[in-house]
């Protein structure tokens, strides 16, 4: 089964004993490549850093709502200049988090915005988190509307999935597709149309059964794509190159 991983972050440090020992192994274990999601300006460009010295790493530049309080002034500039790296894909992760509320709640809002805005700007997809904050995502991002990105670690109904689609978004899931108790995002997943789905691990977060409570790493997507094929009753090697497909037309990766 060839690989590809949507959304993880091997800047973290646990990773540090071994990231590179990580990113050699992708080719032996069929992944094809990764997508590495920044959470803050310094991780962004620790992103970008990564994904200029490893082929099979792209990066994501952006900064996660936990940060939003913390923005240096210059912080859209900055964001932009590292995304003219060739190995820039998208904005991400940017979005709403009201589950730990890091940052005041319109705090996130502005940081937010204005980073959709930037990737309008430099026509390139956004990478969203949204915690416990449907209502208000769900308004700004109709405000950006028509949009190119996904919804990352996607936790909400059916409903909202498919109203992420109407705006033009993908929706992508995790390990927490396989939990005992995912019935709701399980039921979202299968109501979407294959070519809007996507699969990330978010490692080293929410390993998938049977790995769950491990560090989290891009080959256990694997789990989370089996876990898809079980659910829609289709192969798996087909869903991971559906997986592949749209990671290529959303975030142009692989060359051709
Ligand atoms: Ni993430």
């Known amino acids: 089964m060839t690989l590809f991983d949507t959304h993880v972050h091997l800047t973290d440090e646990r990773f540090d004993a071994d990231r590179q020992a990580v990113i050699d192994n992708f080719e032996a274990e069929q992944i094809l490549g990764v997508i590495e999601a920044a959470t803050d300006e310094a991780d962004s460009a620790a992103a970008v850093k990564l994904a200029c010295a490893n082929a099979r790493v792209y990066a994501a530049v952006g900064v996660h709502p936990h940060a939003a309080k913390d923005v240096s002034k210059d912080y859209v500039n900055i964001l932009g200049r590292l995304a003219d790296s060739q190995k820039v894909v998208a904005i991400g992760e940017i979005g709403l988090d009201y589950h730990y509320d890091f940052s005041p709640r319109d705090v996130q809002q502005a940081v937010f915005k204005a980073q959709i805005a930037l990737a309008k700007d430099l026509k390139l997809p956004i990478i969203i988190h949204s915690r416990e904050a449907t209502k208000d995502m769900m308004d700004i991002l109709a405000a950006f509307a028509p949009l190119s990105g996904v919804v990352h670690c996607f936790s909400g109904s059916k409903e909202t999935a498919l109203e992420s689609i109407k705006l033009?978004?993908?929706?992508?899931?995790?390990?927490?597709?396989?939990?005992?108790?995912?019935?709701?995002?399980?039921?979202?997943?299968?109501?979407?149309?294959?070519?809007?789905?996507?699969?990330?691990?978010?490692?080293?977060?929410?390993?998938?059964?049977?790995?769950?409570?491990?560090?989290?790493?891009?080959?256990?997507?694997?789990?989370?794509?089996?876990?898809?094929?079980?659910?829609?009753?289709?192969?798996?090697?087909?869903?991971?190159?559906?997986?592949?497909?749209?990671?290529?037309?959303?975030?142009?990766?692989?060359?051709?």
């Open 168 to 256: 033009g978004l993908h929706v992508s899931f995790t390990g927490s597709l396989t939990f005992d108790n995912a019935r709701k995002v399980q039921e979202a997943f299968i109501a979407l149309p294959m070519d809007r789905v996507m699969a990330e691990t978010d490692g080293p977060y929410l390993a998938p059964v049977p790995v769950r409570g491990k560090r989290n790493e891009p080959k256990y997507v694997r789990h989370v794509i089996e876990k898809m094929a079980a659910l829609r009753n289709m192969d798996a090697d087909e869903v991971a190159k559906i997986n592949i497909e749209n990671a290529k037309a959303l975030f142009g990766v692989l060359g051709e």
